[in-house]
């Protein structure tokens, strides 16, 4: 289709000269073609990359999911046309995941309060309220208490009276009133971020065991990209496999898939033997749960402060 278009004789946004041949004006660098085409034309475009993207996508996610490794091997050899680069994958496929965990969840605190309406309140309360302790306080605890009733129990309690305080036990407070569904919001937001932040300290991770065998760290954080890419694709089809099932069994079973398969993943790409790619995977993946751990402890913290 590309090569049926219309060529121009001038630039029509610059007015210099342009040759048949000229697929760029050579001054201001806007694409030489007319874009006032046929309708079948446009249309038949349109086709041809929607079939392309679609191909590259499904190539893509098949190596992703069933070849571990083989994409960052592709990337590191040169060959980015046939796949979906690295970031813009991770971007795809991270919006599908928190898409899909926002409509789950929305659907399912909708759920829990329509089934709680005609309960008891104790009953009520259990499975649809957020519950976050501030020095052994929990957020039932402080739910609906005024400033004053705030500053007295934290003086009771024998915890400093000092604004922050003041200003966290008020944000806890409201956890389990209005600022429920803003705070969930906030922290699936949050998360969102801490994702992206994780991934170059897992590469970072990478790059301290392989930096022998690699030669820029870029080739860490492909991997990792990849890698993240993988988990945010495994939880999608989690939550998808939850509107059908029971999914408690794969629950289960994910710490074992991602073990998997980020060992074949580090055999593949930095094709070391078997016993030193066990010892290092496991290294690795303490070291990623011990920094997933601190980031979630920090997101929650900085979700409350900000909400």
Not at 87 to 107: A, D, H, M
Not at 115 to 124: N, P, Q
Not at 227 to 250: K, N, P, Q, V
């Amino acid at each position: 289709m590309t090569e049926n278009r219309q060529k121009l004789s001038s630039c029509p946004n610059c007015g210099s000269a342009l040759e048949h041949d000229d697929n760029f004006c050579h001054y201001c660098g806007q694409q030489n073609h007319d874009l006032r085409v046929p309708f079948r034309h446009l249309l038949l475009e349109a086709l041809e990359g929607f079939v392309h993207f679609d191909i590259k996508s499904f190539r893509t996610i098949f190596m992703l999911l069933f070849k571990p490794g083989s994409l960052t091997n592709e990337f590191k050899a040169g060959k980015r046309m046939l796949y979906v680069p690295p970031i813009r994958l991770y971007i795809f496929l991270s919006f599908i995941f928190f898409l899909l965990l926002s409509l789950v969840s929305g659907k399912h605190t909708s759920l829990l309060e329509t089934e709680a309406a005609g309960t008891t309140s104790e009953i009520k309360k259990a499975p649809n309220e957020l519950n976050i302790s501030f020095f052994n306080i929990d957020s039932h605890t402080l739910q609906g208490l005024s400033e004053t009733q705030i500053d007295s129990l934290l003086q009771t309690r024998g915890i400093e009276r000092s604004p922050f305080n003041k200003y966290m036990a008020k944000q806890v407070s409201r956890l389990n009133g209005e600022g429920r569904k803003e705070f969930i919001h906030r922290l699936l937001t949050g998360i969102s971020y801490m994702m992206f932040v994780l991934m170059p300290i897992f590469a970072l991770f990478l790059y301290l065991f392989y930096r022998k065998r690699v030669d820029y760290y870029i080739d860490c954080l492909v991997f990792s990209v990849h890698y993240h890419s993988f988990a945010f694709t495994l939880f999608t089809l989690y939550l998808l496999f939850g509107l059908l099932m029971d999914t408690g069994w794969l629950l289960l079973a994910l710490p074992a898939i991602f073990g998997v398969y980020c060992y074949l993943g580090l055999r593949a790409v930095f094709q070391q033997s078997w016993w030193r790619t066990i010892l290092k995977t496991i290294s690795i993946g303490i070291l990623h749960v011990v920094s997933i751990i601190v980031c979630i402890i920090l997101t929650v913290i900085v979700s409350v402060v900000l909400f």
